[in-house]
């Protein structure tokens, strides 16, 4: 059973990068062809898919973060990870590491979820 | 971006009673849609995928229809445990993927 477990500071500073890292257990990230992707939801709100990166290394970001968004793998560790540059408050939210079932257009396994907060 | 609407925002029901949310997509997605359940504090939990394919392990009283731009999910008799908001999301070709407001359920 895939397992994935988000690690990262909580607390980040305007201006500065978040900096998330997803662990995978369970099964290797580099076999099978999976999307690992990133989600985040602020407090009492919805769900915004992020971006992804498959297992090949190939990268898709949502338009409305690409400038500022970087997913990369770790297959040495079993990770996948996050950058976001540039934060404001608008990025504090609960962020979340997923992958697809196979097909790379569903999120069935998911994180507990990391929550980060955006402040000085 | 393909935008979702979810209707209604929420709803109040009687153990037992049928649970319907709709799901409308900005323009035809086919079938490319799943809908998941979030219970507080939790990651948010497959339940059906390709608009009405039930996830493995996941109660048969779930289920889920449509195509296009209009879609259904379907509680037949809701329990306790199904207190919840569920969310849609679409899938179509044009990335990025999208979900609807969600839909909060509890019990009356």
């Known amino acids: 059973q895939v397992q994935l477990q988000e690690s990262g500071p909580g607390l980040v500073k305007p201006s500065q990068t978040l900096s998330l890292t997803c662990t995978v257990s369970?099964?290797?990230?580099?076999?099978?062809?999976?999307?690992w992707s990133w989600i985040r939801q602020p407090a009492g709100k919805g769900l915004e898919w992020i971006g992804r990166?498959?297992?090949?290394?190939?990268?898709n970001y949502n338009p409305s973060l690409k400038s500022r968004v970087t997913i990369s793998v770790d297959t040495s560790k079993n990770q996948f990870s996050l950058k976001l540059s540039s934060v404001t408050a608008a990025d504090t939210a609960v962020y979340y590491c997923?992958?697809?079932?196979?097909?790379?257009?569903?999120?069935?396994?998911w994180g507990q979820g990391t929550l980060v907060t955006v402040s000085s | 971006d393909i935008q979702m609407t979810q209707s209604p925002s929420s709803l109040s029901a009687s153990v037992g009673d049928r649970v319907t949310i709709t799901c409308q997509a900005s323009?035809?997605?086919?079938?490319?849609l799943n809908w998941y359940q979030q219970k507080p504090g939790k990651a948010p939990k497959l339940l059906i995928y390709d608009a009405s394919n039930l996830e493995t392990g996941v109660p048969s009283r779930f289920s889920g229809s449509g195509s296009g731009t209009d879609f259904t999910f379907t509680i037949s008799s809701l329990q306790p445990e199904d207190i919840a908001t569920y969310y849609c999301?679409?899938?179509?070709?044009?990335?990025?993927?999208?979900f609807g407001p969600g839909t909060k359920v509890d019990i009356k």
């Open positions: 997923a992958r697809d079932r196979y097909s790379g257009y569903d999120f069935r396994y």
């Open positions: 323009q035809d997605i086919s079938n490319y």
């Open positions: 990166i498959y297992t090949s290394g190939s990268t």
């Open positions: 999301q679409q899938y179509d070709n044009l990335l990025p993927f999208t």
């Open positions: 369970g099964g290797s990230i580099s076999s099978g062809s999976y999307y």
